[in-house]
């Protein structure tokens, strides 16, 4: 688990070629490099990765010009454990 963009770009960038993450759980508002910018440097890294995006914020916004951008997901904080399993089960099955 990354505690800021910065931290979930260099992870990702080192993972790469050999172990690619299954998804990206990207939250908006993060540390250091916020969610919009890190999405766009992990689809420059692995333009395949996917991204599950969430927010406590509108979705109106920033969370739907990254939606427009091709992210994979969304969810509304708050949220149960159901709903994110299910968020998460619809972008993994994603083709």
Do not use: H, W
Not at 23 to 45: R, S
Not at 67 to 84: A, H, N, V, Y
């Amino acid at each position: 688990m990354a505690r800021s963009g910065k931290e979930a770009i260099e992870i990702v960038s080192k993972a790469l070629p050999s172990s690619t993450p299954d998804l990206v759980i990207l939250d908006m508002i993060m540390t250091v490099v916020g969610g919009g910018e890190t999405y766009d440097k992990l689809k420059e890294i692995d333009p395949n990765i996917k991204i599950l995006l969430s927010s406590g914020y509108s979705i109106n916004g920033q969370v739907t010009e990254i939606r427009k951008r091709g992210c994979d997901g969304f969810i509304q904080k708050p949220f149960t454990m159901r709903e994110l399993f299910k968020a998460i089960r619809e972008v993994l099955d994603k083709e």
